[in-house]
Nanobody
Framework: QVQLVESGGGLVQAGGSLRLSCAAS????????MGWYRQAPGKQRELVVT???????NYADSVKGRFTVSRDNAKNTVYLQMNSLKSEDTAVYYC?????????WGQGTQVTVSS
């Protein structure tokens, strides 16, 4: 069983920055595809970015150039640096781990951007 614990959310003004972290338990982290997803009120959960174990990334167009994902396999942690935040970035952000058929989600962390 894998547990994912997100941290770093909060309230920030438009144009500001936040850094999210997601710590994973277990031994499969380095071989897993890690992802950040978000869900705004009344909307479906959407992809923000994924990163493979080797560091290949895939960003949603809406965050390209503003958000940066990174991972530290020695610490079993993935990060999301969010810059130039906009009000439309307001959502609950979820960490995701995929390994083969296994798929795990964190509990989510709220990010609120005030305009």
């Amino acid at each position: 069983q894998v547990q994912l614990v997100e941290s770093g959310g909060g309230l920030v003004q438009a144009g500001g920055s936040l850094r999210l972290s997601c710590a994973a338990s277990g031994s499969i982290f380095s071989a897993s595809v890690m992802g950040w997803y978000r869900q705004a009120p009344g909307k479906q959960r959407e992809l923000v970015v994924t990163i493979t174990g080797r560091g290949t990334t895939n960003y949603a167009d809406s965050v390209k150039g503003r958000f940066t994902v990174s991972r530290d396999n020695a610490k079993n942690t993935v990060y999301l640096q969010m810059n130039s935040l906009k009000s439309e970035d307001t959502a609950v952000y979820y960490c995701n781990l995929r390994y083969g058929l296994m798929n795990y989600w964190g509990q989510g962390t709220q990010v609120t951007v005030s305009s």
